[in-house]
């Protein structure tokens, strides 16, 4: 039996969440929340939106891990392009203001829950509503950060490097992930992050 997550704690918790980082919301932040935010339950292998049938949506990460997939032919395999723990989340187009569809399908790796907020919602309060403004911009962020360090790690031509790399650097993700799922998204294998593994903590 799997694990089971209480979908109105789960959006308890991510309300304070959102109180945290804008002290001072008020009833319409709750019921714009409630009335706009589906939160869905997601089990590990389930794609939630694919390409190029992506809806306008922003799907947020309350319990589990998402990932960006595409295939790669030369390798014939599903690669992960980038990830998102819980409070992170994927926007499906290419950013919020484009009508292009994000490159990569949207794939559960951890079941768990996500919270759904169309578009159509967030929309007439961009730039209006500054505790919208101050959640979409944390997630853009996030979401910038973790690009910014795989680029860097892409970059590196060394298997042992590029794994110490985001070891050092993403610790939280190179934790969470497990070694496949590294593999798939720093393009080696299993092997070889089992042996970059031993070294990195032997560096340690």
Not at 118 to 123: F, G, H, L
């Amino acid at each position: 039996m799997g694990t089971y997550y209480s979908k109105n704690d789960s959006l308890v918790k991510f309300y304070s969440y959102w109180e945290k980082l804008h002290p001072g919301l008020e009833d319409f932040h709750k019921r714009w929340l409630l009335k706009n935010g589906e939160i869905i339950p997601m089990k590990r292998g389930q794609t939630l939106s694919e390409m190029p049938h992506m809806q306008s949506a922003l799907y947020i990460v309350l319990v589990g891990i998402l990932a960006k997939e595409r295939y790669c032919p030369d390798r014939d395999e599903q690669l992960i392009m980038t990830v998102a723990l819980p409070l992170m989340g994927f926007f499906t187009t290419m950013h919020f203001f484009s009508k292009s569809p994000a490159l990569g399908d949207i794939v559960c790796l951890r079941s768990g829950l996500v919270l759904k907020i169309p578009y159509k919602a967030i929309a007439p309060y961009r730039n209006q509503e500054k505790a919208i403004d101050t959640l979409i911009d944390l997630l853009v962020n996030k979401k910038k950060y973790q690009l910014d360090h795989l680029r860097v790690m892409d970059s590196l031509l060394i298997s042992k490097d590029r794994y110490f790399y985001f070891a050092d650097h993403l610790p939280q993700l190179c934790h969470a992930l497990t070694q496949t799922q590294q593999a798939r998204l720093l393009h080696m294998s299993v092997r070889t992050i089992r042996r970059a593994k031993r070294l990195h903590v032997r560096r340690k």
